[in-house]
């Protein structure tokens, strides 16, 4: 089946340092990723669409200055978290669609960020 | 917000009881997922459900659609312990943006 990862897994940063996520489909081809970003308890809540060779697509309230996200190639997406802040701590994880079917959202296992 | 919602919220229910969730949304839809996630994990895909779809059976699950209605029910069979988790709804309306439920937490006893 699909798979999608994600680097790193959990990750633990200072206030005011700068967070790299990617976001990787392991067997497939995804033209477009998304980003959701999940409090403890709570559902998922959408942040961007990624689009290969494109700007990505944020979502109202999500600020593209501080979640900056880059769509290089049709396997890889990331998601840097500038300047991050206590507030950011919190789990994000992506999903990518398959080229081929488009239809279902493959999940990564997520990266939990805790900023101090 | 366009969130749809899910009850009931939280479900506890014995070993080999059946598990019923239902999710409610809003606009208009091309298909209708769930998805379940264990405690600090991924999402997993259990099922797909098109809008011109009433009922997907797979193992041991069964999901509803009513359109009519804007609603959809997931239902989980003979539940065992491996079945705790949360259970999320996920709509599709043509934009290839999936907007989440709300989530039911289920946890069966062994």
């Known amino acids: 089946g699909a798979v999608v990862s994600q680097h790193p897994s959990r990750v633990i940063c200072k206030s005011g340092t700068s967070v790299k996520i990617e976001c990787r489909s392991l067997?497939?081809?995804?033209?477009?990723m998304f980003w959701y970003r999940q409090f403890p308890k709570q559902s998922l809540m959408l942040m961007a669409t990624?689009?290969?060779?494109?700007?990505?697509?944020?979502e109202q309230g999500v600020e593209k200055d501080k979640f900056l996200i880059n769509h290089a190639s049709l396997t890889l997406s990331t998601l840097t978290v500038t300047s991050a802040h206590p507030e950011d701590s919190s789990f994000y994880i992506c999903?990518?669609?398959?080229?081929?079917?488009?239809?279902?959202?493959?999940f990564g296992p997520g990266t939990r960020l805790l900023v101090l | 917000s366009q969130q749809g919602e899910e009850d009931p919220q939280a479900l506890s229910i014995q070993e080999g009881e059946n598990a019923t969730m239902n999710c409610s949304y809003k606009?208009?839809?091309?298909?209708l997922q769930w998805y379940r996630q264990n405690s600090g994990r991924g999402l997993v895909h259990l099922i797909l459900?098109?809008?011109?779809?009433r009922e997907k059976h797979s193992g041991r699950l069964r999901v509803t659609l009513d359109t009519s209605k804007k609603s959809s029910s997931l239902l989980i069979t003979a539940s065992r312990a491996a079945d705790t988790a949360s259970y999320f709804c996920?709509?599709?309306?043509?934009?290839?943006?999936?907007?989440f439920g709300t989530g039911t937490r289920l946890q069966v006893f062994p």
């Open positions: 999903s990518a669609t398959d080229a081929s079917t488009g239809e279902t959202q493959y």
């Open positions: 990624s689009n290969e060779g494109s700007k990505a697509t944020y």
């Open positions: 606009t208009s839809i091309n298909n």
């Open positions: 996920a709509t599709d309306a043509a934009t290839d943006k999936l907007i």
């Open positions: 459900i098109r809008s011109n779809e």
């Open positions: 067997d497939f081809q995804a033209t477009t």
